[in-house]
């Protein structure tokens, strides 16, 4: 079984940064792709970024291109998202998704493995 713990998330100010941390652990052997969703109250839950565990290939979000990074630190097993420039409307719920897979994909139905998710919240 794979276990994925998210952290990082709080408190910021319209314009500010986080960087959030999502930990694997168990078989993360099976883990090829990590994801990173999100979700506010009454919305779906939306693809922001994702990054191969091997190839360090990474795809984002149209709305959050430019202001978000992601990355991986192998023998820590732990997937970093870094957001910047951040929007009352990027306040939600932030979810690391792990899966097989390697192809990276921006569905959430396509991802096996779920954390428990860490609250980003955004001041005007």
């Known amino acids: 079984q794979v276990q994925l713990v998210e952290s990082g998330g709080g408190l910021v100010q319209a314009g500010g940064s986080l960087r959030l941390s999502c930990v694997a652990s168990?078989?993360?052997?099976?883990?090829?792709?990590v994801g990173w969703f999100r979700q506010a109250p009454g919305k779906e839950r939306d693809f922001v970024a994702a990054i191969s565990w091997n190839t360090a290939t990474t795809d984002f979000a149209d709305d959050v291109k430019g202001r978000f990074t992601i990355s991986r630190d192998n023998a820590k097993s732990t997937v970093y998202l870094e957001m910047s420039s951040l929007t009352p409307e990027d306040a939600a719920v932030y979810y690391c998704?792990?899966?097989?897979?390697?192809?990276?994909?921006?569905?959430?139905?396509?991802?096996?493995?779920w954390g428990q998710g860490t609250k980003v919240t955004v001041s005007s």
């Open positions: 998704a792990g899966d097989q897979s390697y192809l990276i994909r921006r569905y959430n139905t396509e991802y096996k493995y």
């Open positions: 168990g078989r993360t052997l099976n883990i090829n792709t």
